[in-house]
């Protein structure tokens, strides 16, 4: 099956400092992948999608400077919060859709960042 | 507005008990997904069952099986003979087909398996 990998799975960091979140792909290629938040006991939200080669596209409400997303390759999608707060500890989750993926069981999940912010 | 509605924050069944968990959907799209979830204490999101808008026949999987009645927007869970694995979070999920990319979660809902 599709595997999807995010690095690293957990990150402590001091407030005002940027973490990159990467996500791979590992056995197919994915030409859109997508970041979500997760606060705890709460749904998944989606930050944005994003298309290989492309500017990320950022749902409503999601500062798209604070939340850095690229996609240079049809594998691999980083997001990097820059100058994170406390506020912005959460679970990240990306998924990633099969190229040539059928109509269902096309997105692949990762099994998520915990990000904790001092 | 598309929207997924799980009215079961927590739920309880006994094991080897069989268990539904709700599911209601709102959308003016003829044509959509329907997706259930199952998310463990370690985070991963794991898939369990796909249902099509237009599938005749409701979807199983092995112990899962859904119990879709597109008339009254509902796509419940059931999960038969249940497991002490089987404790976790359950997200039912929708994909439109006018915003073909995007996955919507309901809220979710926390299953205990008492043994």
């Known amino acids: 099956g599709a595997v999807v990998s995010q690095h690293p799975s957990w990150v402590i960091c001091k407030s005002g400092t940027s973490v990159k979140i990467e996500c791979r792909s590992l056995d197919f290629q994915a030409t859109t992948m997508f970041w979500y938040r997760q606060f705890p006991k709460q749904s998944l939200m989606l930050m944005a999608t994003?298309?290989?080669?492309?500017?990320?596209?950022?749902e409503q409400g999601v500062e798209k400077d604070k939340f850095l997303i690229n996609h240079a390759s049809l594998t691999l999608s980083t997001l990097t919060v820059t100058s994170a707060h406390p506020e912005d500890s959460s679970f990240y989750i990306c998924?990633?859709?099969?190229?040539?993926?059928?109509?269902?069981?096309?997105?692949?999940f990762g099994p998520g960042t915990r990000l904790t912010v001092l | 507005a598309q929207k997924i509605t799980q009215t079961q924050p927590g739920m309880f069944v006994q094991e080897k008990e069989a268990v539904t968990l709700d599911c209601t959907y709102d959308?003016?799209?003829?044509?959509?997904?329907l997706f259930w979830y199952k998310q463990p204490s370690s985070g991963e999101m794991i898939f369990l069952i796909y249902?099509?808008?237009?599938?005749?026949q409701n979807a199983t999987e092995g112990r899962y099986s859904l119990n879709f009645q597109k008339a009254r927007k509902s796509a419940n869970l059931v999960i038969s003979a249940s497991q002490l694995g089987d404790s976790a979070m359950y997200f039912c999920?929708?994909?439109?087909?006018?915003?073909?990319?995007?996955?919507?979660f309901g809220p979710g809902t926390s299953l205990s398996v008492i043994p």
């Open positions: 959308t003016s799209d003829p044509s959509y997904g």
């Open positions: 999920a929708m994909r439109p087909k006018t915003s073909y990319d995007k996955v919507i």
């Open positions: 998924s990633a859709r099969v190229t040539s993926g059928g109509p269902y069981n096309e997105q692949f």
């Open positions: 994003s298309n290989e080669g492309s500017k990320a596209t950022y």
């Open positions: 249902q099509g808008s237009y599938d005749q």
